[in-house]
């Protein structure tokens, strides 16, 4: 009787070897290893002038040189409301000047760009993504505190805020006056 018990081990220990290590196959088959690179296409960027005149007066113009954005420039919507008016107004805040040139877009086709300019009298908050891919579009926000320095005790001071989204395209050329 002593005898059948080792062998009774070796066969328990043999099928727990085999259970383990059929469930380790499996998993290497099903592709759950974390270890493996996940294959995400990079965004086609060719070289050129891009840009589109919106139907509002917005519109947004840059170059791309080798995956980078320079020259950019656009002109957005905002609405405005003066700390003593009962009613807020439309106008325009044209950014770019002070864009950050140069930069790079990243392999999944989205620049994301945030600074400070003034325009138009007003110092905005400005950030700007420009998305490459199936639809090329460009997004962008200014924000513009209100600012009471420099303004007499009788001045009113306004805050102005506006978003944008348009679909651009390759080859733009802004039309001649």
């Known amino acids: 009787m002593l005898s059948s018990a080792p062998s009774l081990r070796r066969e328990v220990v043999a099928i727990v070897a085999v259970l383990v290590l ?48 320079r020259d950019l420039n656009f002109n957005l919507q905002i609405t405005c409301q003066a700390g003593d008016a009962p009613t ?43 998305k490459f891919g199936v639809r090329d579009v460009f997004n962008s926000s200014v924000i513009v505190p209100e600012d009471r320095s420099g303004l007499g005790p009788e001045d009113a001071a306004e805050s102005c805020d506006g978003v944008s989204s348009l679909r651009f395209h390759r080859g733009f050329e802004s039309p001649t006056p």
Do not use: D, M
Request: net charge positive; hydrophobic share 35%.
């Open 22 to 69: 059929g469930a380790v196959a499996c998993l290497l088959a099903t592709g759950v290893s974390s270890a493996r690179p996940v294959n995400r296409p990079t965004a086609v960027v060719p070289n050129g002038t891009y840009g589109v005149l919106g139907p509002r007066g917005e519109y947004v113009v840059f170059t791309v040189r080798n995956r980078k954005v």
């Open 88 to 130: 807020s107004e439309q106008r325009y805040f044209g950014a770019g000047a002070q864009a950050p040139q140069g930069r790079t877009i990243p392999a999944n086709g989205k620049l994301i760009l945030n600074w400070n300019e003034r325009a138009e009298g007003r110092y905005g908050q400005v950030s700007a993504e420009i």
